[in-house]
């Protein structure tokens, strides 16, 4: 029985992210799964995973980026940006 329910990609509930110890098992249950994972040269002992998300001033089209350490599975950090697929995407109709 649902009681109640909560949006929860608004960059407003990505500050949850600082507070107390994220792993890939707690994120995934927060903000279900990744649209996708990338791993990066220049970055060999992270992923980052990045979810898409309507939000910004001008309720455009967001991604969040959420950065883990590969050894501990651990959040490193995160930022918001942008999506520049899906508004290029949307400014082309």
């Not at 590969?70 to 959040?75: D, E, F, K, L, Y």
């Given at each position: 029985r649902i009681s109640s329910f909560e949006q929860?990609?608004?960059p407003n509930m990505f500050d949850q992210l600082n507070e107390g110890s994220?792993?890939?098992a707690?994120?995934?249950c927060a903000y279900?799964?990744?649209a996708q994972i990338q791993s990066f040269p220049d970055s060999p002992g992270r992923?980052?995973?990045e979810y898409r998300f309507m939000g910004g001033a001008d309720n455009e089209f967001m991604m969040l980026f959420?950065?883990?350490d590969?050894?501990?599975?651990?959040?490193v950090?995160?930022?918001i940006g942008p999506d520049p697929e899906m508004n290029l995407l949307a400014g082309s109709q």
């Open positions: 929860v990609m608004a994220w792993d890939a707690k994120v995934r279900g799964p990744p992923i980052v995973w959420i950065s883990f590969r050894a501990t599975n651990q959040v950090n995160y930022s």
